[in-house]
């Protein structure tokens, strides 16, 4: 019995739920920290943007690895 199909759909919901997680727990506790902190607001924004880049890099490196699971 072949379960590669079953790794590769395993490896694309872990790897896109756990991004989408991150990114919503970042987002929140940024705009709370603006909300509290308006001066701050810029610094803030640009921290948020350059780990929610991070959060979507792991999401596509979960994506390249669910391929080559897939077709290797």
Do not use: H
Not at 21 to 42: D, F, H, V
Request: charged share 10%.
């Amino acid at each position: 019995m072949d379960f590669t199909n079953l790794y590769v759909v395993l490896a694309i919901a872990v790897g896109s739920a756990m991004p989408a997680y991150a990114i919503g727990k970042l987002s929140a506790t940024a705009l709370e920290a603006m909300g509290r902190n308006p001066e701050a607001a810029s610094t803030i924004q640009t921290a948020m943007i350059l780990a929610i880049a991070f959060c979507e890099a792991i999401a596509i490196y979960s994506l390249v690895i669910a391929l080559i699971v897939k077709f290797v």
